[in-house]
Each structure stands twice: as C-alpha cells, then as structure tokens.
C-alpha cells in the first residue's frame, strides 16, 4: 500500500495568486518527483529531488519551484498562477536502486481563471 | 533519445473481450518496463513490471512480456471487465543516472457491459 499524499485533490484560483501544493510520504523514500498531466492525458517531469536539499528541473520546463527541506515532504509553489498552469499535478517517490517503482498520490487538479 | 509509443485509444470492448495495448520502446542499455494504470480521479499505480528481457509481468489477469528483439512489452488480458475502464501507461526506465521514467502517451480503455 503506497503511503504518498496531495493535498488539495481540487484547486480553484484567479490569476495573480501565489499556490503551494503538498506532497508528502511516509514510506522513507529519497527520491521524489512531480509530474505535469496534460489534458491528453502525457505525464510530463517537471522536478525530481535526490534527498534533502536537493532539486533538479525535469524534462518540461516549468515556472514552478520546489524545495526538500525534510525527506518526507516536497512541496511545489507557483509565485503568480496564470491560466496556462491548469492542470493535474502528480507527486511521486521512490526508493534507489534499479528496479525499484515509483508509488503516486492522489494528484492535484489546479485551475487557474 | 529513450521512448515509448503505445496505441492511441480509446480501445472500446465489450465485457469478456480479450485486450491487446501495444507498447513499444526505444532505449539505450537495458532499461526495466512497466505497466501503469490510472483510474478517473486518481493517480497511477503500478499494474506490472518486467527487469529484463523475456521476463513476463503478471497481476491482476493482466500479462505483458519483455521482448528484446522487438523492443516491446504489449499489455494483455484474457477477459475484461467494466472495473477495468481506465488508462494504461506504458513506461521504461534506464537503470543508469537519476532512473527516470519515460512514459507513453496513454491508452484510454472503456468496457461496456
């Protein structure tokens, strides 16, 4: 049973304001990673994270930051939400080593007016 | 670079109908395959898994088997059910580096009863 949260599942919000969204884990993992889903339904890597203190941008560039300050917890922030951000938002872990899967939450749905 | 390509859906079946998705890779090294499978309002959960070639992943009556000389690692099902209508993303992982997943596009499957 994977053990990895989002909150919030929905998220409703004008233009302009500033979003944090939350991803934590229990299960110890040190790698981390957020996903954008397009409505066609492509996951995109927009960041991955190592271990504590570190972030690194993924494949699809984003206006989006992230920070791991603790192991279990990588947050995503959005400065200025604009309308070309809506979409799902997904968290992911994994322990290291080869062969190991990546366990998902729930997502965030993010709608930007 | 490394790549997926899997069947633009959606596939549409009727209860009990056998299930083909086609997935095909592109990879240097000897990358690991997956199955993923995404229910509306969720995230993705691993369905299954192969580490090397001719390994063959099974759970759920789902079955897919790593096949290096035609670099794919088509998902299967003897008979579906209308519990099974989601989407299904096939993936690979390079086991060098960070190990990142690459996915494919997606196939939406829809069972009717």
């Known amino acids: 049973e994977a053990d990895i949260y989002q909150t919030p599942r929905y998220l409703v919000i004008g233009t302009g304001k500033k979003i944090t969204l939350e991803c934590s884990q229990t299960?110890?993992?040190?790698?981390m990673y957020w996903y954008q889903q397009d409505p066609g339904m492509e996951l995109h890597l927009i960041h991955y994270?190592?271990?504590?203190?570190?972030?690194e941008k993924g494949d699809l560039s984003s206006e989006s930051t992230v920070s791991r300050i603790r192991t279990e917890h990588f947050p995503l922030t959005l400065e200025s939400a604009r309308p070309s951000h809506t979409s799902q938002y997904l968290c992911?872990?994994?322990?290291?080593?080869?062969?190991?899967?990546?366990?998902f939450g729930p997502g965030t749905r993010l709608t930007v007016l | 670079g490394d790549s997926v390509t899997q069947m633009e859906g959606p596939v549409t079946l009727s209860e009990e109908a056998f299930l083909t998705i086609n997935c095909t890779y592109t990879?240097?090294?000897?990358?690991?395959l997956f199955w993923y499978v995404q229910y509306p309002g969720e995230g993705l959960q691993l369905l299954l898994k192969?580490?090397?070639?001719?390994d063959k992943g099974s759970n759920k009556g789902f079955e897919a088997t790593y096949r290096k000389e035609t670099t794919s690692f088509h998902l299967e099902k003897g008979s579906v059910q209308v519990s099974d209508s989601a989407v299904y993303f096939c993936?690979?992982?390079?086991?060098?580096?960070?190990?990142?997943?690459?996915f494919g596009t997606g196939t939406r499957l829809l069972v009717s009863p």
């Open positions: 192969a580490t090397k070639a001719d």
């Open positions: 994270s190592y271990g504590v203190n570190s972030t």
């Open positions: 992911a872990s994994s322990e290291f080593g080869n062969h190991n899967e990546q366990f």
């Open positions: 299960m110890g993992h040190d790698k």
């Open positions: 993936a690979l992982r390079v086991n060098t580096g960070f190990q990142k997943l690459v």
């Open positions: 990879a240097t090294g000897y990358p690991s």
